[in-house]
């Protein structure tokens, strides 16, 4: 059974974002591999185990995102593929979509497409279910867990609703996207680093997917930051409960707060 | 004094002797070369004298159970005595009229030397004996929970009770025999107790076939005994020799090896099997004399923890005299360490404080055998206690093994006018503030208490502000040597490029690491502790301590990785006086202290089962000492602490040592 799940290279999330030169910036905190999508990647694996099979792992981005991708391979994908072009810069989630599709499509006869369930920076959450739409497959959203599976034919999964779990049930091919709820993701091996820093990553452009520059549907008008808030943390001790307590309802009075 | 046949028979059992002798050093030494890397005997030959100065009175011995190493020592003494005397003796017995060493002065004290030792080591190991089978004290053996290999634990038993009885048989022989001819020849002012004895047997007809029967009984046994010496613990005589004279020179004892990941040939990272340990490993189990003291020491095993590292060496000596003879034509052993020598949650539960290291009296290192097989784990199988997972991210993503961000690094020291490196590229010391103060409210608390020390006494300081990165000491004691080679790399890039004079640290894991770790990865510093660097600007009258302050009663927490590991205990404790405090002292201080429970990882995961903390212990003791107050010289060590005395509903203050001095020099203000 063919899996490909598909990554997203961020910034840590404890990155400090600032807007430049009307530009998104986050500093020289480090980039890591999307957290939804490491347990898109760990979910994809999980079903590699219950049936034989491979998974491909996928970015689109710059060469840096090749990071992401070799932590993925570390964790133990088969393969990984990057799709980096020009023109893929800074474009809205229909492009990435469509792209996605097509890689889909080139890569051929997949069974299960994984996603995770948002970027945490970007925070559209839509392409999941956008590349869904253009394969024409079933859309699983809010996996929490997949009940059975058999390859070529059906998928039961359970999913993750506001009153509690849904099982539901689709013929194969299916889109997936996954939440915390599904596994904590595999801590990538020594030896899995080591093999998957030699790895060739292949860079998949355009022309390779045999489709053209799309166009960005949406234009991103200005960017600002919120104000920065003034915060003060004082922390207040004593020698017991009772009298961190006083002190606590004294600055509570002197700041005016009550 | 043998006859013509006897003389042939001793000479023949001799050969036969050294025969079945070279075969048994033979297997040992091919058991010994299956380990890895190699013996530097160069080592050897620098360290002979110390090393034989070192057999004059066994010092290492005396660390612990003082009575019992006295008796040990007399033994001791008698048997290399032994080695003159029964060379004598045999040298006697073939040359008729012979008289060792002459009749005169020194043939005279030669005798007189042979009576005393005699006597007190037949003495002294009826009492050894008498411990070990009729007292049977519990630290002469382990828990019926630890895992012991299945002959092991009567087999100790039974390999003292053999030498017990050949010592008593053969000494006890030799000492018969001497009377026997005193008895015969007259009395011998040289051996007042061979004489004494010998007042039994005057006149006897049976004297001269005793005598024979006592040559062989004394030598015959030797003979032997030394067939069966490898396969017993009592072959430490030997070893223990040899492990002082070829260990490797260390820093300190919990200088770690390091592995170079920029070598593409290595395929093993770390130790899952017996012949992955290294040759001077697989000679400690020779060395080890199964006297359980690291096991007495180590702070998992007194708290109920499955570890012992007296097992481990212990199971690796029965593997080897079960099966070694196989291991040593080349064989694999079928099962790995962790099957064998050590289960996977004992190996856990190391807080890798060099207890077992600092106590053997052989020089024996169990705890570097623990840390081996976690690289093994951690490397080779990715299998190790997920909680680490959190440490281990947060040190590779954020250089924080709390996963503090390098932008939120300095914000301890706000309001404090802290200069960075940028502001003053060229202090006279450097502070490296580590990781804990960025999320612990102690360790800020001690960070700020030095910061404001430090302003005082006018010291031209910096520190490295966001730059610093952790020094990876938690993914190393983890045995996530990798992680470890990544921050090592790339700290001594940055320490290099800023050139500092000198290091000061409020943090002694840090401390280990830098001074002692960072050498093999082309950074040296000098590297000194904050109870150090105050202790200084004490002596140069930078600080004005106020000796009329309200006397306190305090007792001092060793941290593990300051004294054990870097031999620091004086300044600490002579700056706690400074700050005129009274110091009521545990008795588990200076290199013996017990474990605050943090160290090898365990601050980062919950700890193995047992019946209590380590910290609860050692708070225990805390409390008895009757203090009002704990000084603690480690961020972890504050933690801990903290929180033992609030699982104990204690009332005892718990300060840094900076907090302690900070607080006097205040107070008179």
Known sequence: ?258 | MLSTAEKIIFFLASLATIYATWKAIDRLVRIIGRGTGQLDWGLARKRLWSVLGKMVILKPTFNFRVGVSLAHLLIAWGFMYYMLVNLGDVLQGYIPGFRFLGDGLIGGIYRLGADILTVTLLVSLIILLFRRFILKPSDLTTRKTTLLHPKARSGILRDSAIVGVFVILHVGSRFLGESFTIAREGKDVWQPFATALSTLWVGWSGLEFAQHVAFWMALGLIMLFIVYFPYSKHIHIFFSALNFLLKPERRSIGELTKIDFDDESLEQFGASQIDQLSKIQLMDAYACIMCFRCQDVCPAYNTGKLLSPAALEINKRYFFNEEGTKFANGESSHQSLIEFAIPLEAVWACTSCGACVDICPVNNEPMRDILDIRRSLVLMDNQFPTQFQTAFRGMERTKNPWGVPPSERMNWAKGLDVPTIEKNPHPDILWWVGCAPATDVQAQKTARAFAKILKMAGVNYAVLGQAEQCTGDSARRAGKEDLFFELALGNVEILNEVKPKRIVTTCPHCLHTLKNEYPAYGGNYEVIHHSQLINELQAQGKLKANPAAAKEKITYHDPCYLTRHNDIAHEPRSVLESANVEIVEMDRKKEKTFCCGAGGGQAWKEEEHGDERVSANRFREVQASGADSLAVGCPFCMMMMVDAAKDANSPIKIRDIAEIVLENIESQA
Not at chain 1, 31 to 36: C, D, E, F, G, K
Not at chain 1, 131 to 158: D, F, H
Request: hydrophobic content about 50%.
């Open chain 1, 1 to 258: 059974m063919k899996i490909i799940v598909f990554v997203k290279q961020v910034p840590d999330s404890t990155a400090i974002v600032s807007i430049e030169n009307g530009q998104v910036s986050w500093g020289d905190a480090p980039l890591i591999i999307n957290p939804w999508d490491e347990i898109a990647v760990e979910a994809a694996l999980l079903q590699r185990e219950e049936v034989e099979g491979e998974v491909i792992v996928v970015s689109m981005g710059p060469e840096s995102a090749k990071e992401a991708l070799k932590h993925a391979l570390a964790m133990g994908c088969n393969q990984a593929i990057l799709i980096g072009d020009e023109s893929l810069k800074n474009t809205d989630s229909q492009v990435v979509a469509q792209v996605l599709a097509a890689v889909v499509k080139k890569v051929g006869e997949v069974d299960l497409a994984v996603f995770g369930k948002q970027s945490i920076d970007g925070e559209a959450g839509v392409v999941a279910a956008q590349v869904a739409r253009l394969l024409k497959w079933p859309m699983l959203s809010m996996v929490s867990a997949v009940k059975k599976i058999e390859p070529g034919k059906t998928i039961q999964v359970e999913r993750v609703v506001e009153v509690g779990r849904q099982v539901v049930e689709a013929r194969l091919p299916v889109v997936m996207n996954v939440g915390k709820e599904f596994a904590e993701p595999r801590y990538p091996s020594f030896m899995g680093i080591r093999k998957a820093s030699k790895a060739e990553i292949p860079i998949w452009t355009l022309a390779d997917l045999g489709i053209a520059p799309i166009l960005s549907k949406v234009k991103w008008l200005d960017l600002t930051a919120p104000p920065q808030p003034e915060v003060n943390t004082e922390i207040i001790s004593g020698s017991s409960p009772e009298e961190i307590a006083n002190k606590l309802v004294e600055k509570i009075l002197a700041e005016k707060i009550l």
